[in-house]
């Protein structure tokens, strides 16, 4: 709508500026155009009456159309104008634009030194199978995961075997180690996928330091977004601290059975061997 306002205005304006001209054109249309046969003669009387109310016509009817409309597209016009300013000034005036990319850009700085502190390089393992073992659980690189129950064995030992212990404490040396060996696995997918979202948000602070203010919602969203994923992979961890918890509290209980049963063998043994 506005653009056909925008075109009206414009060929009422171009008609009134060029008035004169059209009536000039008007004029030797008129005389050029065959008139009916009346004789030698040709009624200049009746062409120029019929010139000055068709000069009438544009001055008093269509003119005065013209100034209503250009009238109206002026009103239109500083609504516009009106609201543009509005959006410009107080919407998004671009002072607070640019200090809001000035602080996105002072935060990524931030997340660039949070970056470098989670990079740490904090292997401190000396022997050979420790170190190996060490390297593939800070590797951060989930494709490494295949590569730890070998390195745990090689350095933790492999499950005695029935002949060196009975079968309840193989069982509980096993649940042990399988859920170490689950912690440490799962500590390495965390790594990768918190370098994911690190870089997931280091892209979403650089589009929205250069966002116009029409797509920072949209990047707003996605943050959210990643924020919520950032909390669930905390969930997972938390999770995997409860069952390294939940198995150390069962190898205690475990062991207090083991001692339960043992000092019930030993009871028994010496109460058959005093009654030989």
Known sequence: MLEILRFVKGLTNCVWTHRAKILVLILVMTMVVPQPAKGQFIDVA?????????????????GAGLRDISGALGAVNGVLNAIQNFFQNTIYPPDAINRARGVVGAVQGFYNVIRGLVNLNVASATLANPRQLEAVLLSRNAGNIGQVPNRYTTVYQPIPPATD???????????????????????????AAADQLMDASDQLAAELAVAAPGTAPMIEAQSAAMLVKAHAL??????ELFRIRAIDMANTGAALKFNASHASDTRRDLTNMFMK
């Not at 009746?46 to 269509?62: D, E, H, K, L, P």
């Not at 212990?165 to 790594?191: C, N, S, V, Y």
């Not at 905390?234 to 999770?239: I, R």
């Open 46 to 62: 009746a062409i120029v009456s019929a010139i000055g109310a068709i000069n009438t016509a544009i001055t008093n009817v269509i």
């Open 165 to 191: 212990a009975p079968a309840p404490m193989r069982d509980l040396i096993d649940m042990t180690d399988a859920t170490a060996q689950a912690a440490l696995k799962k500590a390495i997918a965390i790594d």
């Open 234 to 239: 905390t969930q997972s961890a938390t999770a």
